[in-house]
């Protein structure tokens, strides 16, 4: 059975930092690519960053490049999602991903995907 696992929301101030991290299990990073997308109140899901864990190439949506990065971990089947310099539009449920797409792009742009986590809640605030 394919599962997927988050944990490391909570609540941080503006410019904090906090790191999410995703456990896969019942298959590979290999072949798959693994996804952080977000839903905030009264908005549509976003996909904020993803990574191709064949080749390690990632994506990062505008609104969060040079404050987030996406790493892996194989040995562990676990992603992390690194997040820096918080806003308060940060705050949203972050859900992991997974699906066999070809580039980490195309699930990232695309928006989709065919695994989900349950979520974790980030909240940024003062």
């Known amino acids: 059975q394919l599962q997927l696992v988050e944990s490391g929301g909570g609540l941080v101030q503006p410019g904090g930092s906090l790191r999410l991290s995703c456990a896969a299990s019942g298959f590979t990073l290999d072949y798959y690519v693994i996804g952080w997308f977000r839903q905030a109140p009264g908005k549509e899901r976003e996909g904020v960053s993803c990574i191709s864990s064949s080749d390690g190439s990632t994506y990062y949506a505008d609104s969060v490049k040079g404050r987030f990065t996406i790493s892996r971990e194989n040995a562990k089947n676990t992603v992390y999602l690194q997040m820096n310099s918080l806003k308060p539009e940060d705050t949203a449920v972050y859900y992991c991903?997974?699906?066999?797409?070809?580039?980490?792009?195309?699930?990232?742009?695309?928006?989709?995907?065919?695994?989900w986590g349950q979520g974790t809640q980030v909240t940024v605030s003062s």
């Open positions: 991903a997974a699906a066999p797409f070809p580039t980490a792009q195309a699930m990232c742009v695309l928006n989709r995907s065919g695994y």
